[in-house]
């Protein structure tokens, strides 16, 4: 039988390994800047063909990886297509929201003017 203090410790490790794998899957938006586990980010090309049946990894697939990754599911390693389909969705939905605030304002200044 363990002590209850070391229960007490593996309980709190686990609570804190399943808390980042969470924040990992959270974060995985948009292009990565920083992963979570606080190391940077670099840009990276597939050199070997992974599983020869997944078109996702054949050789020439370009990723975002974290510099300290380890494929523990605590560290970003996400195609760069997925990231930039997310960053250009996230730019294109500001776009429509500027558009729509341009021509509110638009409407306000006519108002102002031609009361």
């Avoid at 990992?24 to 940077?40: L, M, N, R, S, W």
């Avoid at 054949?58 to 997925?82: A, I, M, S």
Wanted: net charge negative.
């Amino acid at each position: 039988m363990t002590h209850p203090h070391e229960e007490y410790r593996h309980m709190k490790a686990l609570k804190r390994h399943n808390d980042m794998l969470g924040f990992v899957a959270d974060a995985e938006y948009d292009v990565p800047t920083k992963c979570p586990c606080g190391g940077g980010i670099n840009p990276e090309v597939s050199l070997c063909n992974m599983f020869p049946n997944d078109f996702d990894t054949q050789p020439g697939r370009r990723y975002f990886t974290c510099k300290n990754f380890e494929n523990d599911g605590l560290h970003f390693r996400t195609l760069w297509v997925f990231a930039i389909e997310d960053e250009v969705t996230k730019l294109v939905r500001r776009v429509e929201e500027m558009a729509e605030e341009i021509d509110r304002l638009k409407s306000q200044l006519y108002q102002l003017h031609h009361p």
